[in-house]
């Protein structure tokens, strides 16, 4: 039996007649991130100082309470969107009547809550960025891995849009005031073995040049997905593995993700589906650093949703911006002959953590 690896270095470049490429118009005319957009839809629509000022008063309320109150916490956090939650924030401080001497709700939950539900609950009243930069300092100082945790790191590095990778990089100078974020990103690569590739792909996705998931010139695309087709199939030559890792970074760090995702598609169709996209980079650039952030962007712009679904086995908390109705549905789809998400989270988490996550789920 032929193995996959054996046909994609056999294959011959494809050349597309007119019905073709018009079914691949047709194709990439359905993109799965149309709908998709990293953000939560409110709960309640009319929401006033006034009404974020009484959701404080119970805040302050379950945590003078003994032992404190997580089923007010939980309720409150779960019927208030973001910017809702931002908002009870800044109205806490004033909880008291004292303005020289102001609660932080942060440092309150820090001190009155603990174990997971703390882990929780933190994020959803961080500021925009605050919760992804302290997640990288503490992927930087990882003790499992040579210097960092890197699946965590490019699920942050890889899926955030450009107006979160500034905040990101914003609440970064925050954290540390004498080192950017992209400096760190420099000095910590340079303890990698041939690491100038993992460095100029993480630099490039902070400079937020990304264009915006509005309109897929499909011509472009095409020119792409030939040049990768090319690229990792045609010439497998292992002196070429640095010029493919080059190509791939440029497209994947300088194109929309709906661009890559069309590409994708019509990478599959060149290869007659016999060597995706994703088989031929993992074939041709290894299993490095570069490799693992290339391919986290290809599985999560081809189906964000499942993307998410997979990562809920890992940590839920961190992806409560998402669409969690999708993510839970396709969890579901996937894993539901196994178990359900709501079974999951009943039988591996207790106490408020489990509270707040049923909530958060909608069940």
């Not at 990439?28 to 709908?35: A, K, T, V």
């Not at 069309?262 to 490095?288: K, P, W, Y």
């Amino acid at each position: 039996m032929t193995s996959k690896n054996t046909e994609c270095k056999m294959m011959t470049m494809v050349t597309l007649n007119k019905k073709q490429e018009k079914e691949i118009e047709k194709k990439c005319s359905i993109q799965p991130l149309d709908n998709y957009k990293p953000s939560l839809v409110p709960i309640t629509t009319s929401y006033s100082d006034e009404d974020a000022f009484i959701d404080a008063m119970k805040l302050r309320k379950a945590m003078k309470a003994i032992g404190c109150d997580g089923t007010t916490i939980s309720e409150i956090t779960t019927s208030r969107s973001y910017d809702q939650r931002l908002k009870i924030k800044r109205m806490f401080a004033k909880v008291d009547g004292a303005e020289s001497n102001e609660r932080i709700l942060l440092k309150d939950f820090y001190t009155e809550l603990n174990g997971a539900f703390r882990d929780v609950i933190l994020p959803l009243y961080s500021d925009p960025g605050s919760a992804d930069a302290k997640w990288i300092r503490d992927a930087f100082t990882h003790p499992y891995h040579q210097y960092h945790d890197t699946p965590l790191f490019l699920e942050i590095l890889c899926t955030r849009t450009n107006e979160q990778i500034k905040n990101l990089k914003e609440a970064w100078s925050r954290i540390d005031k004498n080192t950017t974020l992209i400096q760190k990103i420099k000095n910590e690569t340079c303890k990698l073995f041939s690491n100038g590739h993992f460095r100029t792909f993480c630099t490039n996705i902070l400079q937020e040049n990304r264009p915006e998931n509005v309109f897929v010139d499909n011509i472009a695309a095409m020119k792409d997905a030939e040049l990768l087709y090319n690229t990792l199939v045609q010439d497998t030559n292992s002196k070429q593995k640095n010029h493919a890792k080059t190509i791939l970074i440029d497209i994947f760090t300088q194109r929309s993700w709906k661009h890559i995702a069309v590409v994708s598609t019509i990478f599959n169709n060149l290869s007659n589906h016999h060597c995706t996209l994703c088989d031929a980079v993992q074939q041709q650039c290894g299993d490095c650093d570069t490799t693992k952030g290339i391919l986290t962007i290809l599985q999560f712009v081809t189906d964000p949703y499942y993307f998410w679904a997979k990562k809920v086995f890992i940590f839920f908390s961190k992806n409560n911006a998402f669409d969690l109705a999708s993510i839970l549905q396709v969890f579901d789809e996937k894993y539901g002959k196994e178990i359900i998400f709501k079974e999951w989270i009943q039988e591996y988490t207790k106490g408020y953590y489990y509270v707040i996550l049923l909530k958060l789920c909608g069940y």
